[in-house]
């Protein structure tokens, strides 16, 4: 996903903001002059040495399709998804200084994921993704080719793996905690309903695991923070700038 640019590009676009190369008459273009610069991609940002280019945002809001519970329909930005990919950018780069951790992904892995996906995934529902017409006339529906989707899952997976190596290890759930979801968070939701809740004993595992992925979250956002704070994230274009300036202004005030 994120293509490394010739040390002389990068400089020239470090400069404009823009990453271009020049075509000659005899182009696909006929009308294009001889010479004239020719925008074939935008660099927004520099993490770490890493570039981020438009179209990579771009692909991210396309794969996001694929992730409604984490991407509301109709609600992504550009802005938001540069933040995931910045993000992302800074866990893979941490995944590859940690070489001793086993994060490989077998393909049967990501095919049953996927396929969990297809099945599970709402807006597949009208596109019958559980057959192979179906998920393929969903993709094409969504800009995506299976390659590249598979690609991408695999890569979604060992971040998961890495995230729950890395934090799940060190978390803790007292009986104290899972008692005090229980009395807050469960038992409201079936008083509300008239119906009699279930006993603790039997919703301990999964309110443990609520706790677990709660407390992980919490983990992630702060190490991810640090790594905003440590690294060096440079946003070259000025609009992702001012927009994720104008953004995080908002968000403070809320």
Same mark, same amino acid.
């Given at each position: ?8 590009? =990068? ?26 610069? %020719? %925008? ?21 809001? $396309? ?11 109709? *609600? @992504?930005?550009?802005? &938001? ?25 077998? @393909? ?7 396929? @969990? ?5 709402? %807006? ?6 559980? *057959? ?21 899952? $695999?890569?979604?997976?060992? =971040? ?39 006993? &603790?004993?039997? %919703?301990?595992?999964? =309110? ?35 927009? *994720? ?10």
């Amino acid at each position: 996903m994120k293509r490394m640019l010739a040390l002389a590009t =990068i400089f020239a676009a470090l400069a404009t903001g823009r990453a271009v190369a020049y075509a000659q008459a005899a182009a696909a273009d006929p009308a294009q002059k001889a010479g004239q610069p %020719v %925008v074939l991609d935008r660099i927004i940002a520099v993490i770490n040495g890493d570039v981020l280019l438009e179209s990579d945002v771009q692909e991210e809001m $396309r794969f996001a399709v694929l992730e409604p519970f984490s991407v509301a329909p109709g *609600s @992504d930005t550009s802005i &938001l998804a540069a933040r995931r990919l910045a993000n992302r950018t800074l866990i893979l780069q941490q995944m590859r200084a940690q070489q001793h951790l086993d994060l490989a992904i077998p @393909d049967d892995q990501v095919e049953a994921s996927l396929n @969990d996906v297809r099945n599970h995934l709402p %807006v597949c529902r009208q596109f019958h993704c559980a *057959s192979a017409e179906g998920w393929k006339r969903f993709l094409a529906a969504h800009d995506l080719r299976e390659d590249e989707v598979f690609a991408h899952w $695999r890569q979604r997976l060992a =971040i998961l793996r890495f995230i729950d190596l890395r934090f799940r290890s060190g978390v803790r759930i007292s009986h104290e905690e899972i008692q005090e979801y229980y009395e807050k968070s469960v038992l409201p939701v079936f008083k509300r309903q008239n119906e009699k809740p279930p006993p &603790l004993d039997e %919703v301990s595992q999964n =309110i443990h695991e609520i706790l677990l992925q709660q407390h992980v979250n919490v983990l992630l956002e702060d190490w991810l923070k640090s790594l905003h704070d440590e690294g060096s994230v440079k946003i070259i274009d000025p609009a992702y700038r001012e927009s *994720s300036e104008n953004q995080n202004d908002s968000e403070d005030a809320d």
